[in-house]
């Protein structure tokens, strides 16, 4: 990402290391101490009397401020839209289709140029063969 200019586009897959998180958030396979620590780290007072299973709840609470992507992160600082190739395939799709209407406005503007005809208006008629 370095290399980058400001403003690129990347477009990724699903790659998995793609989905790498800035940190790791607790889960069920954490021991209690590990979840205690990790939420002291977060500037939340726990102890060792609280079930895990409350301890999860509350990680629960604050975990969606710490639940981001690397790859997210690095490209904010670098200035640096990410697209998802899904999103990148719809984009195209949309382009190619605006692409075609002008192209079908194009082709019925120089049908109505070719089939062009006058009206005169003065009151006066004459027959043209």
């Not at 477009?11 to 989905?19: G, L, Q, T, W």
């Not at 692409?99 to 009206?119: C, G, K, R, V, Y």
């Amino acid at each position: 990402m370095p290399k980058l200019e400001p403003g690129s586009v990347v477009v990724m897959d699903n790659a998995p290391y793609h989905s790498v998180r800035t940190e790791k958030i607790p889960t069920t396979s954490w021991n209690k101490q590990q979840i205690i620590d990790w939420l002291q780290s977060k500037g939340k007072s726990m102890d060792i009397t609280y079930l895990k299973k409350e301890l999860l709840m509350k990680v629960a609470e604050i975990a969606p401020q710490y639940n981001k992507y690397l790859i997210d992160e690095t490209s904010k600082n670098d200035a640096i839209a990410l697209i998802d190739a899904n999103r990148w395939k719809k984009c195209c799709d949309h382009v190619i289709r605006e692409e075609n209407t002008m192209w079908n406005l194009d082709h019925i503007m120089e049908l109505a140029e070719q089939n062009s005809f006058i009206i005169n208006v003065t009151g006066e008629s004459s027959d043209i063969d």
